[in-house]
């Protein structure tokens, strides 16, 4: 048995009897054996009851193992220590067993996730007891020697959980602690280390945060930790110097001895910086719990220092501060610190590497919305980490596709919202990431898939490289594959942003047409034949013949159907109107669509979806295409008020629908001399509507508008008129020319229509000098917000 004290067995006992604390299975073991020892020497007298300390009997048990036989033994104890009675057979063969699987918990035991490994220092030639306090308090009032083996001692009882209460209410020992720390860290590292351990240990649980607050322990460590960093650039700096003048004197040998001894020393002082280091984050780590405690230290730059930390090399103190970093992130105001001190960057350099909770924690931290915002947004060239960061997380999806699924899903997290951002996506197309995500989507079979892998291939099939890509070998075959046969929703949706693509990879659905039809034909799920529909219309391929395939499927019918407002949702009444723009290219097809009555269909919605510019945007681009075929452009000029509806969205506020609308009006001008006539009014009357305004205005006298006439009262024309001042008119390319005279040829231009000529109204006909040129046909404005997924967006 192992030797106990008796005066731990007495405390041990006031504790029970008390309640002050929850007792410890292997603290009741205890108590029993010094209750058997008192009453055994009971029995030899009262003399030997003040004497139990030096009339203890030791057994030493040398054979106890797993196959130790308890019983056995337990009466062999009892034979031939006479000091035992032989009703004590029970206790005895209790504390054997207890003895023996305390010895096997001991093997296992590990450090709790928030205790600190034991450090260099903490060694001890004796063991701790918690009678002995008030000694170890002297000691802090001694030399630095004696303060740290005090401190030390009090920290052997600080370890212990269950010491931490009777430590709590000694005021005089954390009092002499916090004392001691604020007056002599700076001439011992191994003190300030031990001190702070110390409070560590109390940190480590809610409870006794207050009493750790009380002390300013927290405030303290931020100094000291501040004045450590400082140190340490000097350190690297003297270091640099040496090293310099080792290398322009490399022949001299005392100059390479002395940068030896300063790195050696160097070495020495920064694992018991690190140490310290490491306790005393840990501390705050702890204590920022508390969110007005982590305010306090965000006001002292708590980031700032994290972020200068992690320069660092050694790995447990880099686990602590991403860490701390991680839950730092969360506020936004430490987001921004990490962004001024370029923390995203520091992080890189972390990834990959072989320590376990490293790589994780540092995932975790690039994996947070938080960082990955901060990522989109910096100002600072975002794709001078951007751009190497990318492989670099593909590379270890390939690691950990088949090693470590939490470490492949925190890659998946970072590179899904990195594709959440155009900017991004293209560099996926020069990196294995790709084939990699295709191979695990193939892997799937027909088991649902992780929302995070098919959402990232989502994002990627918005590329247009990257849809080239995922189009190599087999891959569209086996995403349509998957799609069809498992109604997958999904990967549809990937399929529809691979077809928005001109280019060759458009030309390779033309085998699946007939397949994604007739999804539309049955009941199916809204959402699947939403993306169905949205597959077919992006197919704007001139080679297809259309009107095969609406009458194969019977399609016509169904997209009438689908018109009337409130039959479906608006997403699949949007795809129908898109899917009629599609069609409509083909003149055949066209004339299908005003037999069937779908023109009519479509002002209807119009009307009723005049407040919606996606609505608006697509029904004006299908009457776009309906006029350049003879048949529709009749019913759509005589038979409908569609050109009046036209004119009136001519000047809407979104310039997409502007757009659409002049280029259908300049069509209806140029077949249609009536409506050209009021186009051309129209026009002319919007664009030179400030210039009528005024003559309006003159012509009303002295009850015109304030605003021509001066700040004097006097009119900006003074006596003249307006109509006699031809320099105000457009000169040289314009309407009247540099010297005033207007020639026959504008006369006769104007009474014939013909304005929108060379030297007609800018803004007429197929030209639009103050906004783009005319689409060519069969190009479709991708949204309302006219911009298509593979444009180059513009960045100041």
Request: proline content about 4%; charged content about 25%.
């Amino acid at each position: 048995m192992e030797k106990l004290q008796a005066e731990d067995a007495r405390y041990l006992k006031r504790k029970v009897k008390g309640g002050s604390l929850d007792v410890h299975p292997t603290e009741k073991a205890l108590i029993v054996q010094y209750e058997l020892e008192a009453t055994i020497l009971g029995e030899m007298g009262d003399p030997m009851v003040g004497e139990r300390k030096e009339c203890q009997k030791i057994i030493r048990l040398k054979s106890l193992n797993a196959n130790t036989d308890i019983a056995t033994l337990a009466r062999k104890v009892v034979e031939e220590c006479r000091l035992i009675h032989p009703s004590k057979l029970p206790e005895v063969e209790q504390l054997l067993f207890y003895l023996l699987n305390r010895k096997k918990s001991d093997k296992r035991e590990k450090h709790p996730p928030r205790d600190l490994a034991p450090f260099e220092g903490m060694e001890l030639d004796e063991e701790a007891n918690i009678n002995r306090i008030d000694h170890y308090v002297e000691l802090l009032y001694e030399d630095i020697p004696e303060k740290v083996r005090g401190a030390t001692l009090i920290l052997h009882l600080a370890r212990n959980p269950d010491n931490l209460e009777e430590l709590l209410q000694n005021e005089t020992a954390l009092g002499a602690l916090a004392r001691v720390l604020r007056e002599d860290w700076k001439q011992s590292v191994d003190l300030a280390t031990t001190i702070i351990y110390v409070f560590f240990c109390f940190s480590s649980f809610s409870q006794f945060h207050g009493q750790v607050t009380h002390y300013k322990i927290g405030a303290l460590c931020m100094n000291i930790i501040e004045h450590e960093l400082k140190r340490y650039d000097l350190w690297q700096d003297e270091l640099q110097k040496k090293a310099a003048a080792c290398d322009n004197d490399h022949k001299n040998q005392n100059v390479k001895k002395e940068h030896e001894k300063a790195f050696k020393k160097y070495q020495g002082l920064l694992i018991k910086q690190e140490q310290l280091l490491q306790v005393a984050l840990h501390l705050l780590l702890n204590l920022a719990e508390d969110t007005r405690t982590e305010l306090k230290m965000r006001n002292k730059n708590i980031v700032h220092t994290l972020v200068k930390t992690l320069d660092r090399e050694d790995e447990e103190l880099l686990v602590l501060v991403v860490s701390f970093l991680k839950k730092l992130s969360i506020f936004l105001e430490n987001k921004n610190d990490m962004a001024e001190t370029y923390a995203v960057e520091k992080l890189a350099r972390l990834l990959p590497c072989k320590h376990e909770d490293l790589l994780n924690t540092t995932l975790r931290l690039h994996a947070s919305p938080p960082l990955i915002s901060m990522k989109q947004k910096v100002s600072t060239a975002p794709h001078s980490f951007i751009h190497p960061f990318i492989p670099l997380c593909a590379s270890l999806l390939s690691v950990y596709v088949s090693a470590d699924e939490s470490q492949r899903q925190l890659c998946m997290c970072i590179l899904y919202h990195i594709s959440v951002d155009d900017r991004f996506k293209s560099m996926f197309a020069y990196t294995d990431c790709i084939p990699q995500l295709m191979k695990m989507l193939f892997d799937c079979g027909e088991s649902p898939m992780d929302p995070e892998l098919i959402s990232f291939c989502i994002n990627l099939a918005a590329n247009k490289r990257n849809a080239q890509v995922i189009c190599e070998g087999n891959g569209l075959k086996m995403l349509m594959k998957r799609g069809l046969k498992l109604k997958d929703v999904l990967t549809m949706k990937m399929i529809r942003n691979v077809s928005q693509h001109d280019g060759p990879t458009k030309n390779l659905f033309i085998d699946y047409v007939g397949d994604l039809a007739a999804q539309t034909g049955v009941q199916e799920r809204e959402e699947y034949v939403i993306e169905c529909l949205g597959t077919l219309a992006n197919l704007t391929i001139p080679d297809l013949d259309w009107e095969l395939v609406l009458k194969e499927y019977n399609l016509v019918p169904f997209l009438k159907d689908h018109l009337k407002p409130g039959s479906a949702e608006d997403d699949l009444i949007l795809e129908v109107v898109i899917m009629i723009g599609t069609v409509s290219m083909d003149d055949s097809c066209a004339a299908m669509m005003a037999k069937s009555g779908i023109i009519s269909a479509l002002i209807e919605l119009l009307n009723s979806q005049q407040e919606d510019d996606e609505f608006v945007c697509q029904i004006v681009y299908v009457f776009y295409q309906m006029v350049f075929h003879q048949a529709t452009r009749d019913v759509i000029i005589k038979d409908t008020q569609a050109p009046a509806y036209l004119i009136d969205l001519m000047h809407d506020k979104n310039a997409e629908i502007r757009k659409v609308c002049d280029n259908t009006l300049d069509i209806i001008a140029e077949y249609d001399e009536e409506w050209g006539r009021k186009i051309q009014s129209e026009k002319f009357r919007w664009h030179n509507s400030q210039w009528l305004e005024m003559v309006d205005n003159r012509a009303m006298g002295d009850d015109g508008e304030p605003f021509m006439y001066g700040d004097d009262g006097e009119p900006f024309m003074h006596n003249g008129d307006i109509l006699e001042r031809p320099d105000l008119f457009y000169s040289a390319d314009g309407i009247i020319p540099a010297d005033s005279t207007i020639s026959t040829e504008f006369f006769i231009g104007y009474q014939n229509g013909d304005m929108g000529q060379a030297g007609g109204f800018p803004g007429s006909m197929n030209i639009d000098t103050f906004r783009q040129s005319t689409v060519t046909s069969g190009q479709r404005p991708a949204t309302a917000s006219g911009f298509r997924p593979e444009e180059q967006l513009f960045y100041s």
